[in-house]
């Protein structure tokens, strides 16, 4: 409670409000490979968590979840390759693509992942589907004038006769401060875009020479006429509570002023050249091995690098804006549609896998027997939200890319960063800081390899590493995975971190239903008591309620479970208190009542967390999937069930969450 501002009566704050139809979405994982831990734990889970909570929230068929594989690609096509040719598999790359598709999605059902549909973009009826919206999304910037044809090099392997594809070739990054160690044809694997020809010392990996360039012709999206539009958006972001500081931080790295740095021993040569550079601001910068130019625009810049890359200056240049590739010339792509008798040419994977969530909504649609056309129902109304959950190293393509191609399908030759009615909405991005294992970020090339999702489970229970995840808190800065069997520098003594996260649940609030179960098989002869529950007992159930929903509008996992380990916790202690052998009939029934409220609010608000366990409370308590609707969440179980329920009956030494059996056998040594 608060008081307002004249100091009268104190009134509640307003609880956040929720759209009435939403579409949750993640960044999609390759089809060349399982999925690794950081697929998992550092976006899928986060994703699921708040699809499950405004199932309950808003109602489940108000919710649309959608997933799926990117099955195209250079990085597939080279890792087909490469596995043919090392005899480590056979069949054709449609066939490695639905291996590793059908292994995804087993995971993910391991795990409690639970998307509505986990498609696939070169498989089956959405392969179909993505390739109709993809002719449909690109032929629309075109017609609306969105679109460039640019003639550019590519690299062309002479030894080998052939274009190579963007993972065919690797050097450095040529973007200013990158950290990257691989820089492929037009992008670093940190994400960082920029032109072929400025990548730092190409060779090839077919043959290991270093390959010349020829032109090619693709289109491009006209993305650096955005700039202004990005600026408004930014400014729009930067007073909502429910984004991250990190994603308005790294759109706004790409929206400053176009710079150059230039190599210091490249000064004097500079200096005699800098007049025929469009105008410009010098910074010496004399503690750096380099020194800045700054320009007015991006032409500009572009200009400048022309003069220097004739007279053979090195140089890097900053984030900045540069046209956005949509085609590409490899095989293994979704057909890009013929326009300007242009022919020949596939997608490139980055613009496609961001409308494909776009198309795996209509493949869903259409598998429930509703009309395509309902997308926009979820994608272009104001009463709906798209929640996209990715890392923070992709928050160029969904923070930059995304919304610039979103408003540029605006009817009106005006875009606006706030569409209207019936245009595409800005989706609201949840990204991710990294998450590290053992304080590095995850690398295969590192001393202790990262595990694979599924090989976690051989330690774990879905539901601890679930938990485990959801506290670390990296919605605000990376943090480090530490999973004790896989740490060498863990002594035999230590807590393995995930197993503590998770005995919560295995411990404290499986005792609180336990307790409560065969209590009132003892006492009540499996009867729940109709008590209604203590006031003090509703008040701090609604507290918990109400400081969960604010948490969860904001994407704040980690309060989250701060907020049920304390509501739990100290349901234990009442229980503790309470619920004794001495206790009068009496009094044991309302402490029973008040345990079981408490049991159900810590249920409702765990669901979406630890969804299996939850689900096993639920069937014992014998309550209908009503249990979970918000809108009756501050109800006790009778509002459900009525007087006189009588509990499905616990058997002794039945536990609703348990530690994994490799966790009992550490302890019995």
Known sequence: MAKNKEGGKPFEIPRPEFPKRAVITGGMPYGNKELHFGHVGGMFVFADAYARFLRDRIGKDNVLFVGGTDCYGSPIAEGWRKKVADGEFEGSLTDFVQRNHDKQQKTLDDYGISPDIFAASGLGRSKEIHAEVTDWFIS??????QLNKISTMQFYDEKAGCFLNGRQVIGKCPIEGCTSEKGYADECDLGHQYMPENLIDPVSTLTGEKPSMRPVTNWYFKLRDYEELLKNWIEMLKKRKDVRPVVCKTIEEFLKPPVIYIKREFEEKYLSLKDQMPEHEYFEEPKKPSFTVQFRTLSDCDE??????????????????????????????????????????????????????????????????????????YWCSKDSGVYQFIGQDNIYFYGIAEPAMWMAQQESDVKTADPAEGEMQMPTIIANHHILFLDKKASSSGAVKPPMADDLLNFYTPEQLRMHWLGLGLGQRSVSFMPKPYNPDAKPDDADPVVKDGLLLSNVYNRMVRTAFYTTQKHFNGIMPSNTPSENILAEGKKAVLDYERHMSKFAFHQCTYVLDSYIRNGSKYMAKTIKEDTP????????????????????????????????????????EEMWSWDNIFEPLTFFVGEGHELKFLPPRTDFFTRHESQFETAEK
């Open 304 to 377: 400048a690098v022309k003069v220097l890359v004739n007279n053979g200056i090195r140089y890097r240049t900053g984030k900045t804006l540069v046209p956005f590739r949509l085609t590409g010339n490899i095989e293994w792509g979704v057909p890009a549609p013929v326009m300007d008798n242009v022919e020949g040419l596939t997608v490139w994977v980055w613009p496609e896998s961001l409308w494909a969530p776009i198309s795996f909504t209509q493949t869903l649609l259409e598998q429930r027997g509703r009309s395509r056309d309902e997308w926009k129902d």
């Open 140 to 145: 629309s910037l075109y017609k609306k004038g």
């Open 585 to 624: 009939a009496e009094e044991l029934s309302q402490a029973l009542a008040d345990l079981f409220y408490m049991i159900k609010i810590a249920a409702v608000l765990l669901h979406p967390l630890a969804p299996f366990g939850t689900e096993k409370v639920r069937e014992y308590l014998q309550v209908g």
